[in-house]
């Protein structure tokens, strides 16, 4: 029984190395967690930070589709990702990614909240999208873009994937202002602060050493 286990990866008996299949429910919990809080942002009229952010700027500002945008703005990141964080890396991002954006596309139909109080829900969703990102870098992926970079800077440098996203995430909200009210934008800060420091008390290399 114990090696059919081993066979069909259900779990690795090497503390530091996760089994294929400890991997693909990592992303796919948290592609679902993260993409809950994506949706909630969206149906709030927030913005969120780093190249999600950006998708939803442009989302707003035409009418398109935010899984769109979002899949086609993480593109040239993944050859940052190939040359830098390897091929394992690299599919298993862009598996999350694509999971996340059609979640996100299609969870209006399964989950339909009729209010929502703008500052409760950059709360919340800052939350939800940093357990859903911790996840993810646990299992050695990521949400794309800025994501990547935060990850190779922390891997090559040693410093926190959280603050490095939070220096991106300055910019990103201030595009904002271009297609939301100053106090929605003002949430959206709220929500982008709680994501990062979340991930910078949370994500550390030096804590969590598992592949």
């Avoid at 830098?84 to 399964?110: D, H, N």
């Amino acid at each position: 029984m114990s090696s059919d286990r081993r066979r069909f990866g259900f779990w690795n008996p090497v503390p530091t190395r996760h089994s294929p299949l400890e991997d693909a429910q990592g992303i796919f919990t948290g592609s679902m967690v993260a993409a809950l809080g994506l949706s909630l942002l969206g149906s709030a009229g927030l913005v969120a930070s780093g190249v999600a952010g950006l998708a939803f700027v442009l989302h707003y500002l035409t009418g398109h589709s935010f899984g769109l945008y979002y899949t086609v703005i993480n593109l040239p990141f993944y050859a940052l990702s190939l040359s830098r964080l390897g091929i394992g890396f690299t599919i298993k991002t862009f598996i999350a990614v694509g999971l996340t954006s059609l979640i996100t596309e299609i969870q209006p139909r399964f989950l339909e909240i009729e209010s929502l109080n703008p500052i409760w829900t950059a709360v919340l969703a800052g939350i939800l999208l940093g357990y859903g990102l911790l996840a993810l870098y646990r299992h050695r992926a990521s949400l794309g873009g800025l994501g990547i970079l935060a990850v190779y800077l922390q891997d090559r440098f040693g410093g926190r994937a959280g603050l490095v996203q939070l220096s991106f995430d300055v910019f990103v909200l201030a595009a904002a202002f271009a297609v939301a009210a100053p106090f929605m934008v003002l949430c959206s800060v709220i929500g982008a602060l709680i994501l990062n420091i979340f991930l910078t008390i949370n994500h550390r290399s030096d804590r969590y050493v598992a592949m």
